[in-house]
Nanobody, 113 residues
């Protein structure tokens, strides 16, 4: 059973930065798509950023492009999401996902004005 554990969420003022981390119990980076989703209160879960297997070019949603950066450390089985210039609308629970099947428990990010 694959387990994903996120960390790094918290509260920050608008314009600030946070880094989220996701530790995978299995190596999946060269097998399937890995990425981050988020779900704001009262809204559906939406994709934030993904990396395809053996790809060097991540995909970002328009709302975070240029502000967020997804990266992976295949040696440590870690997936990261660096978030810069945070906005209040970035407030959400952020989920790490792999293979469109495995999900972490989520980590809360709250951005205040």
């Amino acid at each position: 059973q694959v387990q994903l554990v996120e960390s790094g969420g918290g509260s920050v003022q608008a314009g600030g930065s946070l880094q989220l981390s996701c530790k995978s119990s299995s190596y999946l980076f060269d097998i399937c798509v890995v990425g981050w989703y988020r779900q704001a209160p009262g809204k559906e879960r939406d994709v934030v950023a993904t990396i395809a297997p053996r790809s060097i070019t991540p995909t970002y949603s328009d709302s975070v492009k240029g502000r967020f950066r997804i990266s992976q450390d295949k040696v440590k089985n870690m997936l990261y999401l660096q978030m810069y210039s945070l906005k209040t609308e970035d407030t959400a629970v952020y989920y790490c996902t792999m293979c469109d099947h495995y999900w972490g428990q989520g980590t809360q990010v709250t951005v205040s004005s």
